[in-house]
């Protein structure tokens, strides 16, 4: 498996269990609007990821995301914990 897919797959896996759907509706339907994204919702997936990617997430582009594709560009592109800047 590629490090993008797992990426995806952390991803999906995440907002799937944030929001109560089923990884092949967020696949089907990626635009995050369709489900309860509120700002819980969205707070409990950025501790997710953060926590299960071990990356730090700006919040402004964070909140800025629309859809899962969009997250996971973000989440690849996001500095790790502890790595040296």
Do not use: C, K
């Amino acid at each position: 498996m590629t490090e993008v897919a797992s990426l995806t797959d952390t991803v999906l896996d995440v907002l799937s269990d944030v929001l109560g759907v089923s990884v092949g509706q967020l696949q089907e339907h990626p635009v995050l609007a369709a489900y309860e994204w509120d700002s819980l919702s969205s707070l409990e997936a950025l501790a997710q990821l953060e926590g299960r990617l071990r990356i730090v997430l700006d919040l402004r582009a964070y909140q800025a995301v629309r859809t899962v594709a969009e997250l996971v560009e973000l989440a690849d592109r996001s500095p790790r914990r502890g790595a040296q800047s």
